[in-house]
């Protein structure tokens, strides 16, 4: 996405172009969904219904011992404040995670499960900002920053801070993304550059699209974590295949069935025809 500065100066005027940014965590997603959404080995149905304003949704999953697990959860918003998840596990567990969003670009969120954490987002234009404090514990807070500079183009980073145990700066990542057409990518630099990872996602057509996913280091200068595609069918759904760096060759259908009712199969095998398993999941 693109946004224009009209300069104040006299005809002819100047154009400056920047590129939307988003979050540092979400650069190379689109490559990154194609390679890893919808491969599943469970067995699951999701029912959502909407009492009101009240959107209640009922998640079961069958364990390795054919035991079947559910959890309840409902999302609604009031006064400004939306609860964007309350949800009771089948072990007894709480999530809760709710979200308030001012108009000058901030957003203030709280997400509760096993350890509880208050967030900030902060965006405006081709800057996007994040910050992650542990509240539970105050063990950590964690910061991002992404930055759009034009053509295409973004960088950022995010970094993490121990507050106890190892304090100190306990994590660094720097990268950028970069989309033109069809064609996207992003870099991610660990830490002390010890290694890169790419992420390219290549639209060949409206219904082909392929991805990879590969990490780069002095020992090994090219491994190939994934490498897939997907192909939506007409009046089927999207078909979407993988084979990753061990061995294993993964592939999904997703479609929707009949009117607001989305099936999912999916199902890997290892290349020397052993390990087999399947998954199955229905949304409706």
Same mark, same amino acid.
């Given at each position: 996405?693109?946004?224009?500065?009209?300069?104040?100066?006299?005809?002819?005027?100047?154009?400056?172009?920047?590129?939307?940014?988003?979050?540092?965590? !979400?650069?190379?997603?689109?490559?990154?969904?194609?390679?890893?959404?919808?491969?599943?080995?469970?067995?699951?149905?999701?029912?959502?219904?909407?009492?009101?304003?009240?959107?209640?949704?009922?998640?079961?999953?069958?364990?390795?011992?054919?035991?079947?697990?559910?959890?309840?959860?409902?999302?609604?918003?009031?006064?400004?404040?939306?609860?964007?998840?309350?949800?009771?596990?089948?072990?007894?567990?709480?999530?809760?995670?709710?979200?308030?969003?001012?108009?000058?670009?901030?957003?203030?969120?709280?997400?509760?499960?096993?350890?509880? !954490?208050?967030?900030? !987002?902060?965006?405006?234009?081709?800057?996007?900002?994040?910050?992650?404090?542990?509240?539970?514990?105050?063990?950590?807070?964690?910061?991002?920053?992404?930055?759009?500079?034009?053509?295409?183009?973004?960088?950022?980073?995010?970094?993490?801070?121990?507050?106890?145990?190892?304090?100190?700066?306990?994590?660094?990542?720097?990268?950028?993304?970069?989309?033109?057409?069809?064609?996207?990518?992003?870099?991610?630099?660990?830490?002390?550059?010890?290694?890169?990872?790419?992420?390219?996602?290549?639209?060949?057509?409206?219904?082909?699209?392929?991805?990879?996913?590969?990490?780069?280091?002095?020992?090994?200068?090219? !491994?190939?974590?994934?490498?897939?595609?997907?192909?939506?069918?007409?009046?089927?759904?999207?078909?979407?295949?993988?084979?990753?760096?061990?061995?294993?060759?993964?592939?999904?259908?997703?479609?929707?069935?009949?009117?607001?009712?989305?099936?999912?199969?999916?199902?890997?095998?290892?290349?020397?025809?052993?390990?087999?398993?399947?998954?199955?999941?229905?949304?409706?």
């Amino acid at each position: 996405f693109f946004f224009r500065f009209l300069t104040p100066l006299t005809p002819p005027y100047v154009f400056l172009t920047f590129t939307m940014a988003t979050k540092f965590a !979400d650069i190379g997603k689109g490559a990154k969904d194609l390679l890893n959404d919808d491969y599943t080995t469970k067995i699951s149905l999701k029912c959502k219904k909407a009492a009101g304003p009240v959107a209640v949704t009922i998640e079961t999953e069958q364990g390795s011992g054919g035991a079947l697990s559910s959890k309840v959860g409902t999302k609604f918003s009031a006064y400004g404040l939306s609860f964007d998840k309350a949800q009771m596990k089948a072990d007894g567990g709480l999530v809760l995670e709710t979200s308030m969003a001012h108009s000058s670009g901030v957003k203030l969120a709280f997400k509760g499960n096993k350890g509880a !954490d208050v967030c900030v !987002d902060y965006k405006n234009g081709n800057i996007y900002a994040t910050g992650v404090l542990d509240v539970k514990d105050m063990s950590r807070f964690s910061t991002s920053a992404c930055l759009g500079i034009g053509s295409g183009m973004m960088v950022g980073g995010n970094m993490t801070y121990g507050l106890s145990g190892k304090t100190g700066v306990t994590g660094l990542n720097v990268g950028g993304a970069y989309a033109s057409g069809p064609l996207s990518a992003a870099l991610n630099i660990a830490p002390k550059a010890s290694s890169l990872n790419c992420d390219i996602l290549y639209k060949v057509n409206k219904d082909i699209s392929i991805a990879s996913s590969t990490v780069h280091s002095k020992d090994k200068p090219l !491994d190939v974590l994934a490498v897939g595609g997907a192909y939506h069918i007409c009046s089927v759904g999207t078909l979407k295949a993988k084979i990753g760096s061990n061995g294993i060759l993964s592939a999904s259908l997703v479609g929707e069935v009949v009117p607001k009712v989305t099936v999912t199969g999916s199902a890997s095998v290892s290349t020397s025809g052993e390990n087999f398993k399947y998954g199955l999941g229905i949304v409706m």
